[in-house]
């Protein structure tokens, strides 16, 4: 016995699975740059995490300093003379055998990928972008990108 067809058979059409396929498109397109600027605010909340924690560390240095609890070398003014001594750590006055470290270790730039950061001494120039060696006064990122904010993260 032969079947007839009906009509209203069950499926999609080649125009159904079109339009779905270009509606499925249409919103992969505007999901993907979301999840773009997602990822580098994460990277730049990073960023700005890993900038806090060395600039309280040398904070933390210079205060010790400021308080005679660590020896100030002349021409340092109290800050500390690299990255490696807020590692390594400084003996205390007057304690025997107590080694204060400010630091775990150094933190990886999120933009860059490397534990390296701009340097600048208290003596230079608050735009230098060269370390003088006197001592660490401040610390920046090395990469060439700009933030969300319109800012170089060279600046932040």
């Known amino acids: 016995m032969v079947?007839?067809?009906?009509?209203c058979e069950r499926g999609f059409t080649?125009?159904?699975?079109a339009m779905v396929g270009a509606i499925l498109i249409i919103l992969a397109a505007?999901?993907?740059?979301?999840?773009g600027h997602t990822l580098k605010r994460s990277k730049e909340v990073e960023l700005r995490t890993s900038l806090r924690i060395l600039r309280n560390a040398?904070?933390?240095?210079?205060?010790?300093?400021?308080?005679?609890?660590?020896?100030?070398?002349?021409?340092?003014?109290?800050?500390?003379p690299d990255m490696?001594?807020?590692?390594?750590?400084?003996?205390?006055v007057g304690?025997?055998?107590?080694?204060?470290?400010?630091?775990r270790r150094?933190?990886?730039?999120?933009?860059?990928?490397?534990?390296?950061?701009?340097m600048r001494s208290f003596q230079d120039d608050?735009?230098?972008n060269s370390w003088g060696g006197e001592n660490l006064f401040d610390v920046f990122s090395l990469s060439e990108g700009v933030g969300l904010n319109g800012v170089p993260y060279a600046e932040w």
């Open 3 to 7: 079947r007839l067809r009906r009509s």
């Open 58 to 80: 040398i904070d933390e240095y210079k205060r010790f300093s400021d308080g005679g609890l660590i020896p100030i070398e002349l021409g340092t003014d109290g800050y500390p």
């Open 30 to 35: 505007m999901a993907l740059p979301l999840g």
């Open 106 to 118: 150094v933190p990886v730039d999120p933009m860059t990928g490397e534990a390296e950061w701009g």
């Open 14 to 17: 080649l125009a159904e699975m």
């Open 126 to 128: 608050w735009d230098s």
């Open 95 to 103: 304690q025997i055998n107590k080694r204060f470290r400010f630091l």
């Open 84 to 92: 490696e001594a807020l590692i390594e750590g400084v003996d205390l």
